[in-house]
């Protein structure tokens, strides 16, 4: 197939036509063939079927001969001397031996016999079977005699009344010598066989009284009834050589006459005459070839010369202005003129491809330099970002550092509200407590001015006193000892008196200062608590913001990544672009070489 996928459209021609003309032809003579082996088979079956007939008619009349012998002796088995009788017949019907067997065991032949003592012929087969036979002649199996080893047939009739049988011996040399004469052709021989499948005759002495079988499956006895009663020849393997046969059947006996016909020999007009059918046909086709060769080489001259011209137009460095001759109304010519015309096509294709090439080409080569430009920005640009989110991981650092600090000064910033509020709330408790040592002081004072009011009233009746004393004068010495002492002590409280209340005096002047000094106190402290409460609020203040901060950071750091790695991407695939922009510059650099390859008109 690839040598013939190959080869021109004249050799395929060639041999497709051949191919056809050899298949024809060769299909003729296998139907030719098979007609003249069935014609010749036909006229074998009928021949061999007229000379098999013959023959059995031949062997059929030899049997009848011998049984009308023998029954023409039955009426002279009950005579007195049947023995002229019997040897009558012996010399009339070419048997060997005569004789008549009686039922009381009496025997008697044609001639002297060497009998055994005791033979009993009503246990001979032949007996026996002309006695089942009841008056109809029989012929006994064949069997060779042990004296000649010629075989021997017996032919035997039982005497009315079943009280005697006649029967004759017979050698079968004369059946033997017609079954050898049947020869017509030298590979053809005939024997005979019995229904029960023995070889009666047979032009090989060793197979005779041996199963037919032996010589072939198909003369099994099951297969022997059917093969008589066939019209045609059948094929059958005999002794290794394949032979056609014709079974026939002998009148009088259960034999066959089997004539085998070597087929070659047979069949060999029908293999002459197909050996001549395909010598003819190989000539047939080598003059067809040949005639249909010649005819093509001048009927595709043209052709030829159209593929020339085809040849020199494509091999002609592209030149597409070339037009190949269409003059002329065959389909030659119409080829040509489409060639023309798809010619003028791909001109004028070629000639818009090379207009779009080359503004392929050069806008490839902006491509390629705006790619170029663009990958180094974007590279600059990813360095950028880079940096840019270095700065922001430090930004991100620092501003949890500051978030950290804002929440650690917020915690120190509440710690110092509880502390100033508890401060003031002491220095309240101190001013209270101040206020109340004032008003107790102030009381110390009344008290002070009683006892000093008490030690005037006691000195001036201590002094009166005194004075009734003197007036009284001895009597009332002890008393004015006692008014003097009571006086002096009078005097000591009034001047302890004065004394405490200038001292109480001074105490409620320092307790008033130290009052209004922790009074103002207490208005610093709640100012200062106010205004750590204030500073408190501004560090939490100052502390949401800078975790607000913190997570804004932390997400602008995120969309720094993000945009980092878009970055990183948009560059690989600005590389990639300028790659394929380098490889468009360069496809379209050989797409304009060429289409410059191609000439145009």
């Known amino acids: 197939m690839k040598y013939f996928r190959s080869a021109s459209l004249r050799a395929r021609l060639v041999a497709t036509t051949a191919g056809l003309v050899l ?4 299909g003729l003579t296998v139907v030719n063939a098979i007609g003249a082996r069935t014609e010749a088979l036909q006229q074998l079956g009928t021949q ?53 067997g009686h039922a009381d065991r009496r025997i008697l032949f044609s001639k002297p016999q060497d009998l055994p003592p005791g033979y009993d012929p009503t246990a001979r087969p032949w007996y026996q079977q002309a006695t089942a036979a009841a008056g109809r002649p029989v012929l006994t199996a064949p069997y060779l005699d042990a004296a000649t080893k010629k075989l021997v047939v017996t032919f035997a ?33 005939a024997f005979i066989v019995s229904r029960t499948g023995q070889v009666v005759v047979h032009e090989d002495a060793a197979r005779v009284l041996k199963p037919a079988a032996e010589l072939s499956a198909g003369l099994a006895p099951e297969a022997l009834a059917s093969l008589a009663g066939q019209d045609g020849l059948a094929e059958l393997e005999i002794a290794g050589q394949a032979r056609l046969v014709r079974a026939e059947p002998i009148a009088g006996t ?30 047939v086709t080598v003059l067809a070839v040949l005639l249909l060769a010649w005819t093509l080489g001048r009927q595709l001259r043209r052709l030829q010369a159209l593929e020339h011209a085809m040849a020199e137009a494509a091999s002609g ?42 503004s392929v080409h050069v806008a490839a080569g902006e491509i390629a330099g705006g790619n170029a430009d663009l990958s180094a920005r974007t590279e600059q640009t990813a360095a950028s970002l880079q940096r840019a989110a270095s700065a ?35 220095v309240q ?89 922790v009074a103002e106190a207490g208005r610093t402290m709640e100012e200062l608590v106010a205004g750590v409460q204030r500073v408190n609020d501004t560090i939490g203040e100052i502390t949401a913001a800078a975790a607000a901060q913190h997570e804004e950071i932390v997400q602008a750091d995120a969309a720094v990544g993000e945009l980092d790695r878009a970055t990183q991407q948009n560059a690989a695939l600005v590389e990639q672009s300028a790659a394929a922009a380098q490889s468009l510059h360069e496809q379209a650099e050989r797409l304009a070489g060429v289409v410059r390859g191609f000439r145009l008109g």
């Open 23 to 26: 298949a024809g032809l060769a």
């Open 48 to 100: 061999s079927s007229a000379l098999a007939r013959a023959h059995a008619a031949d062997i059929g009349g030899w049997v009848a001969q011998h049984q009308q012998v023998v029954s023409s002796m039955a009426g002279s088995a009950a005579a007195a001397d049947p023995l002229p009788a019997l040897q009558q017949a012996e010399a009339a019907g070419g048997f060997d031996t005569t004789y008549v």
């Open 157 to 189: 009739q039982a005497v009315t009344g079943g009280q005697a049988v006649v029967a004759g011996d017979v050698f079968m040399d004369g059946v033997v010598r017609v079954v050898g004469s049947i020869r017509p052709t030298p590979g053809t021989g």
């Open 254 to 283: 259960d034999w066959l006459l089997v004539l085998a016909l070597d087929r070659d020999e047979a069949l060999a007009g029908a293999s002459a005459a197909l050996w001549r059918s395909v010598t003819a046909s190989l000539v």
């Open 317 to 358: 460095d592209g030149d597409l202005s070339r037009r190949l001759p269409s003059d002329g109304g065959d389909e030659l010519a119409s080829i040509a003129r489409h060639f023309n015309a798809f010619v003028a096509k791909i001109e004028l294709a070629v000639r818009q491809i090379r207009d779009a090439s080359d």
């Open 392 to 426: 922001m991981q430090q930004i991100t650092g620092t501003g949890r550092e500051s978030a950290d600090s804002a929440r650690v000064a917020h915690d120190l910033a509440t710690r110092a509200a509880e502390v100033a509020a508890r401060g003031g709330v002491v």
């Open 429 to 517: 408790r101190v001013v209270t407590t101040m206020d109340e040592i004032n008003q107790a002081s102030h009381r110390i004072a009344d008290i002070t001015g009683v006892i000093d009011g008490i030690a005037f009233q006691t000195n001036i009746l201590a002094l009166n006193a005194a004075v009734e004393a003197a007036r009284a004068g001895e009597e009332g010495r002890g008393f004015a000892v006692v008014a003097s002492e009571v006086r002096a002590l009078a005097q000591r409280s009034a001047a302890a008196a004065r004394e405490i209340k200038g001292l109480i005096g001074a105490s409620v002047d320092k307790v008033e200062n130290g009052a209004a000094l």
